[in-house]
RNA sequence: GCGUCUGUAGCUCAGCUGGAUAGAGCAAUUGCCUUCUAAGCAAUGGGUCGAGCGUUCGAAUCGCUCCAGGCGUACCA
């Protein structure tokens, strides 16, 4: 990365002149954080890294800091000034024409980066009931979780992707329920939910499950009618319990039928059922016990996850014998270490946070290093319709996730999902992002790539019998026609300071990458993706690609494909489509 | 009460491992299509960075105290 050699150039004129004993009372360059970065005024230069803070230790102005170290620096493909107590560093075209051509030569790839050593994560997230339909929220952990998996896989981490299906416990029951409802109304049976409140809390009683009965009477026509015809008033066990397995693996299906659909892919679906069936929730709860942190109270089993961090001890086993959510989920996580994994990333909404110090106390006690579990708290989601926020509460008709894709589209919801940080709540706003006009970013950035797109096709249409790049035509533009140098030579300023911008932009996706992946934030490449479009944008207002001269128009069309490559990397990295016409 | 996230331009948000004049998009005003897609570009206006105190040569950024909002504070999942 250029960022980085610019301040290894520093560091190593630092050390050079600390050999010498020609700074003061300094040590090696890597003691001080040191950092390069993009100057906000361009007139400064490209790059800069700011020494005013060694000041300190060479006792001298930050000027003169500055001076001695830049005078140290052997300048080759760049020219170096100082101002204050920053370093600048303008580069070449020799460097600039060397990331088209490394662009090229990389394509898709040329980001891909090693940063997170092979390091094997589970990545968890969604983790939904299979108990309805999805809603918003769900959608923004899928794309924000299927973004950030790319990411980190293009940065050198081994990521497995999981999703946590709670299908044990009462729910499933009541599913069940509510669907030998639904079925007996299809048969014309006259009977409801309860419509006392607190009873129908014992149902599901959205529409979700109407479609659900209808199937199933095609599908099992026999037992349907058993079921309709021993119908006296009471629920007959045996169709209860298949009714219950039978909604609960329909509702899956559909959930990840919904989640392909939505450009994201988990490699598992872990069953909480056959943590229990399995004997590993019993085999946890007795590893726990082995290590002296459970006790009786009030006829239930605590774990003393106080001792731990946590504000308090939790319970373990209710009085009732039942085991609580958090019992499977610890013995969850204890298995997610025992296969190997040494990272534990999970993306939960905000309002689990009070989860955070127990599930931590439990990885400890396991033996584990409590850090390897990272939990990313998403802040939660508000719809915004016709200006008006709906809050997603109890008494709101709840909008399903497929109900956003359906009137949205894939590509807008999931850039909407993940161009905001996860720690700011998010205001999804239908109308916005369903506009097709310059208020939408989506279409901003889609459309860059079209127009780019829109260049090749039209240079291979009518001037020359060089060509499209790969997804047109299969044919490859022939560099040894480009002359780079001609783009630093036309005289014209505005599309001189165009080009440079842009070149530096797709260097830039390197850091964009880098950073994402290290701070588990895909917005960063939603942000990237708009400025290089509108750096695109902006080069392509001053700069006319296809012209007479040869020379300069293969140059041009080189930059456009190198564009066009990392435009589409970036897009691939948040699973959003990138359109060759709009 | 305690924990946690947030408070930056009219709106939505970046910037927050301290550093050059606080940025972007939208909205507003004004220009630019006989020339590669105007879903675009150029220009202009717009800010006591919630408030106060402190640390520092230097604070939107770090610390403390307030103020406002979201979420949580179960033998629910």
């Known amino acids: 990365m250029l960022r980085e050699f610019f301040l290894n150039e520093v560091k190593s004129a630092v050390n050079s002149l600390v050999k010498n004993k020609k700074l003061g009372q300094m040590s090696e360059a890597d003691n001080y954080n040191l950092q390069s970065e993009i100057p906000k005024n361009a007139q400064f230069g490209d790059f800069a890294v700011n020494v005013s803070s060694l000041s300190r230790y060479t006792k001298l102005p930050p000027v003169k800091t500055a001076e001695i170290i830049a005078s140290e620096i052997n300048k080759s493909d760049f020219e170096i000034n100082v101002t204050a107590g920053f370093i600048n560093f303008k580069i070449n075209s020799f460097m600039l024409n ?81 669907l030998y409802i639904r079925i007996l109304q299809e048969f014309e049976v006259k009977i409801d939910f309860p419509s006392d409140e607190e009873e129908a809390k014992n149902f599901y009683t959205g529409d979700f499950l109407i479609p659900v009965a209808k199937e199933f009477i095609k599908e099992e026509n026999k037992r349907a009618k058993i079921i309709e015809e021993t119908w006296n008033g009471n629920y007959n066990e045996e169709q209860l319990k298949y009714l219950s397995k039978y909604a609960r693996l329909k509702m899956l299906s559909k959930q990840q039928k919904l989640l392909e659909n939505f450009h994201t892919h988990f490699d598992n679906f872990y069953s909480e059922l056959t943590l229990h069936e399995s004997g590993k929730v019993e085999a946890c709860i007795k590893k726990l016990s082995e290590l002296g942190v459970l006790y009786e109270q009030d006829g239930a089993v605590w774990f003393a996850s106080s001792k731990y961090g946590d504000e308090k001890d939790r319970v373990i086993k209710k009085s009732d014998g039942a085991y609580t959510y958090l019992t499977a989920d610890i013995a969850y996580h204890y298995d997610k270490l025992q296969r190997g994994f040494t990272k534990l990333l999970n993306i939960w909404g905000a309002d689990h946070h009070g989860y955070i110090p127990r599930m931590r106390a439990a990885v400890e006690v396991l033996g584990y290093n409590p850090d390897s579990l990272e939990v990313l708290l998403g802040q939660l989601v508000n719809l915004v319709i016709n200006g008006e926020e709906v809050r997603m509460g109890k008494r709101t008709k709840m909008v399903t996730l497929d109900d956003l894709i359906d009137e949205v589209g894939v590509d807008a919801t999931r850039y909407w999902m993940i161009m905001k940080s996860i720690d700011t709540t998010l205001d999804f ?76 932009k797709l260097e830039e996706y390197k850091s964009a990458v880098q950073n994402a ?27 006319k690609v296809i012209v007479e001269n040869e020379g300069l128009m293969c140059a041009r069309l080189f930059v456009v494909k190198a564009v066009i490559l990392i435009l589409q990397s970036a897009m691939k990295l948040i699973a959003i489509e990138a359109p060759e016409k709009m």
């Open 98 to 178: 060397k990331i088209v051509t490394e662009v090229l030569d990389k394509k898709l790839d040329y980001a891909k980066n090693d940063i997170g050593k092979g390091e094997k994560v589970i990545l968890e997230y969604v983790s939904a009931n299979p108990t309805g339909p999805f809603h918003i929220g769900h959608g923004r952990w899928a794309a924000m979780g299927s973004a950030l998996a790319n990411v980190m896989k293009y940065s050198g981490y081994n990521v497995y992707q999981e999703f946590y299906i709670n299908d044990a416990g009462s729910q499933i029951q009541k599913l069940g329920k509510s």
């Open 429 to 504: 706003d239908i109308e916005l992002a369903k506009s097709k006009t310059d208020d939408n970013p989506v279409f901003y950035v889609q459309y860059a790539h079209a127009r780019a797109c829109s260049i090749l096709r039209n240079a291979s249409a009518d001037k020359l019998d060089i060509v499209n790049n790969k997804m047109q035509s299969g044919n490859e533009l022939d560099l040894s026609k480009a002359d780079f140098n001609l783009l630093w030579t036309t005289g014209d300023e505005k599309a001189e300071e165009t080009t440079k911008k842009l070149l530096l």
């Open 517 to 543: 992946a290290k701070n588990r934030s895909p917005y960063l490449i939603t942000k990237y993706l708009q400025e290089l479009a509108a750096d695109f944008h902006k080069f392509y207002t001053f700069s």
